[in-house]
């Protein structure tokens, strides 16, 4: 498994991941508190940023590496062109004189030289290959920072969005009668206190007012009863004890002479 490979599989799995983990919170976040969104969003761009980061440090040893093999080529290019010099020497003077020694020379060089032509083939071709993936990744690079600088305005929209959505709600509910959050449970708390303030007071001033009513009788009766006593009291002290024995004692006697005449008027008339 090649470290090219490897860094493709991380790329993916990182931009997998930063793509997918709103959509694994959405649940959750639509019924959290605005407290709890930020701090997803929060989590979120936490998150991005160590990746966003992780990114940069990968590609930049990507970087690092095609370098490396660029210096490799220029080095190999500069002895090959020695080779190539020491390679026409060695016909020039196996020319001059038929050495043995020059022929193996050369053979040696021209070996080396196709070695080295044939790494220099290899080492374009993964220069190339790096170059083509830096240059996706440092896209990718760019579109994550991107996301990364948008969260701040998407929190504040999706805050905005959820807590008017979740309010809407609440307040179909209440004035459909499906719920009374706790601010509307206090306030109906406070009337039926009113209410039962209201109530006691009234009560109160009837019961005072029965109060007064009977306690108005009840002082008339005894000034009633006070009169009469007194009344009572007083023929006694007069002397009208006889009343007691004889009913009719108290009617006052007739006149002596003026029933002399009405005894003689009444023999008249028989």
């Known amino acids: 498994m090649s470290f090219f490979d490897s860094l493709g599989r991380f790329f993916s799995s990182v931009f997998g991941l930063a793509e997918g983990k709103t959509q694994r919170a959405t649940d959750k976040m639509v019924t959290s508190s605005?407290?709890?969104?930020?701090?997803?969003?929060?989590?979120?761009?936490?998150?991005?940023?160590?990746?966003?980061?992780?990114?940069?440090?990968?590609?930049?040893?990507?970087?690092?590496?095609?370098?490396?093999?660029?210096?490799?080529?220029?080095?190999?290019?500069?002895?090959?062109?020695?080779?190539?010099?020491?390679m026409a020497g060695a016909i020039e003077l196996y020319k001059k004189t038929p050495d043995e020694r020059y022929k193996a020379a050369y053979t040696q060089l021209a070996d080396k030289a196709e070695k080295n032509e044939q790494r220099v083939k290899e080492l374009e071709a993964e220069i190339d290959e790096q170059h083509q993936g830096i240059e996706r990744y440092k896209v990718r690079l760019l579109e994550l920072q991107t996301q990364i600088d948008s969260l701040?305005?998407?929190?504040?929209?999706?805050?905005?969005?959820?807590?008017?959505?979740?309010?809407?709600?609440?307040?179909?509910?209440?004035l459909s009668g499906l719920s009374v959050d706790s601010s509307s449970k206090n306030l109906e708390a406070i009337r039926?206190?009113?209410?039962?303030?209201?109530?006691?007071?009234?009560?109160?001033?009837?019961?005072?007012?029965?109060?007064?009513?009977?306690?108005?009788?009840?002082?008339?009766?005894?000034?009633?009863?006070?009169?009469?006593?007194?009344?009572?009291?007083?023929?006694?002290?007069?002397?009208?004890?006889?009343?007691?024995?004889?009913?009719?004692?108290?009617?006052?006697?007739?006149?002596?002479?003026?029933?002399?005449?009405?005894?003689?008027?009444?023999?008249?008339?028989n």
């Not at 805050?159 to 179909?172: F, M, R, Y």
């Not at 206190?193 to 009840?218: C, H, I, N, P, Y």
């Open 152 to 174: 701040n305005k998407e929190e504040a929209e999706t805050v905005a969005d959820i807590v008017s959505s979740q309010k809407i709600k609440e307040l179909n509910d209440r």
């Open 192 to 269: 039926n206190a009113r209410q039962k303030s209201k109530a006691v007071a009234k009560l109160s001033t009837e019961l005072t007012g029965v109060e007064k009513t009977d306690m108005d009788k009840e002082l008339k009766l005894a000034g009633s009863r006070s009169k009469h006593l007194s009344a009572f009291e007083s023929a006694i002290s007069d002397g009208k004890l006889g009343v007691k024995n004889d009913p009719f004692a108290a009617l006052p006697k007739s006149d002596p002479i003026e029933a002399e005449i009405n005894k003689k008027f009444n023999s008249g008339l």
């Open 34 to 86: 605005p407290d709890a969104i930020r701090s997803q969003f929060r989590k979120t761009k936490e998150d991005w940023s160590k990746d966003y980061q992780e990114m940069r440090e990968a590609v930049a040893e990507l970087i690092r590496i095609r370098e490396m093999k660029s210096e490799e080529v220029k080095k190999i290019s500069r002895e090959s062109e020695e080779l190539q010099q020491k």
